[in-house]
Nanobody, 125 residues
């Protein structure tokens, strides 16, 4: 599967953005999806994940309550709605996919086999 992330941009603190990740192919619903981010000089970190049907979602503590992950399997797209953005949310955001998901492993970059190219989110104070 090929992933194309979009929707990043520059916003002021308190603003909102919706990131999108479009996937190629006709088997999108068979992929467990995640969003990660990487700030300059830091390791890539987990942001959110969603199960194949969208029935289960998972969030990092840093974004819980401010972000919502969702997916539209008919459109082969996963979304990340981010509200009340903070300067510390500034990073490149990546979407990722895997078919081989094991319970509790959504947090790890090594769980995912496919990655998008990233989209920049910049939040100014």
């Amino acid at each position: 599967v090929q992933l194309q992330a979009s929707g990043g941009g520059s916003v002021q603190a308190g603003g909102s953005l919706r990131l999108s990740c479009a996937a190629s192919g006709r088997t999108f619903r068979s992929y467990f999806m995640g969003w990660f981010r990487q700030a300059p000089g830091k390791e890539r970190e987990f942001v959110a994940a969603i199960s194949w049907s969208g029935g289960s979602t998972y969030y990092a503590d840093s974004v819980k309550g401010r972000s919502t992950i969702s997916r539209d399997n008919a459109k082969n797209t996963v979304y990340l709605q981010m509200n009340s953005l903070k300067p510390e949310d500034t990073a490149v955001y990546y979407c990722a996919a895997t078919k081989e998901y094991y319970s509790g492993s959504y947090y790890y970059t090594r769980t995912y086999d496919y990655w998008g190219q990233g989209t920049q989110v910049t939040v100014s104070s």
